[in-house]
């Protein structure tokens, strides 16, 4: 098992920037890939970008640009920068992680909120 803890949501004007993190614990040796998914409002769950343990990055189109995922491997913590936020970004981030026996795990996640 995979725990899973985010930290660093809120509020914040359009063209701001909020930091997101994330850290595993529990059966970290079986973490493979990390990244994040959001849920804007009356939406379905979407891919935000994923990052491999070699640090090879994926993201979402409309993203690209402005986010930046990273991962600190000996820490076991996944990171999400967030820049140049639109009302668009608002939504609920989840971490994920799916282990090298293709488990998915899912944070709580963190409420972004992007408005004036």
């Known amino acids: 098992q995979v725990q899973l803890v985010e930290s660093g949501g809120g509020l914040v004007q359009p063209g701001g920037s909020l930091r997101l993190s994330c850290a595993a614990s529990g059966s970290i040796f079986s973490i493979d890939v990390m990244g994040w998914y959001r849920q804007p409002p009356g939406k379905q769950r979407e891919l935000v970008a994923t990052?491999?343990?070699?640090?090879?990055?994926n993201y979402r189109d409309s993203v690209k640009g402005r986010f930046t995922i990273s991962r600190d491997n000996g820490k076991n913590t996944v990171f999400l920068q967030l820049d140049s936020l639109e009302p668009e970004d608002t939504a609920v981030y989840y971490c994920?992680?799916?282990?090298?026996?293709?488990?998915?795990?899912w944070g709580q996640g963190t409420q972004v909120t992007v408005s004036s």
């Open positions: 994920w992680v799916l282990s090298t026996t293709l488990v998915n795990y």
């Open positions: 990052i491999t343990t070699v640090g090879r990055t």
